[in-house]
């Protein structure tokens, strides 16, 4: 059975950075994108970026110039460094690993910046 497991996240000042790591275990073959979303109280699951497994990236404006997706398609990890956080990324964090028509979902990391 294919789990994505999340780590890092936690309580920051603003202006501050963090990491959130995801890793894919069991049998996965061709992964094609990778990716972070995420769900603030009351509001919707959010995009946050994209990347595929040949290296292109996609942002959310709201996150462009302060966080960088970055991936290991060996390892079957995907990390989100989030830098000049703000109390508005405040949120639920989740990764998404798709291969083929398939997909998995984190169960969510808090990620909680304080101002």
């Known amino acids: 059975q294919v789990q994505c497991v999340e780590a890092g996240g936690g309580l920051v000042q603003a202006g501050r950075s963090l990491r959130v790591s995801c890793v894919a275990s069991g049998s996965i073959f061709s992964i094609h994108t990778l990716g972070w979303y995420r769900q603030a109280p009351g509001k919707q699951r959010e995009l946050v970026a994209t990347?595929?497994?040949?290296?292109?990236?996609n942002y959310a404006d709201y996150v462009k110039g302060r966080y960088t997706i970055s991936r290991d398609n060996a390892k079957k990890m995907v990390d989100l460094q989030m830098g000049s956080l703000k109390p508005e990324d405040t949120a639920v964090y989740y990764c998404k690993i798709s291969w083929g028509h398939s997909e998995c979902w984190g169960q969510g990391t808090q990620v909680t910046v304080s101002s």
């Open positions: 990347i595929t497994s040949g290296g292109s990236s």
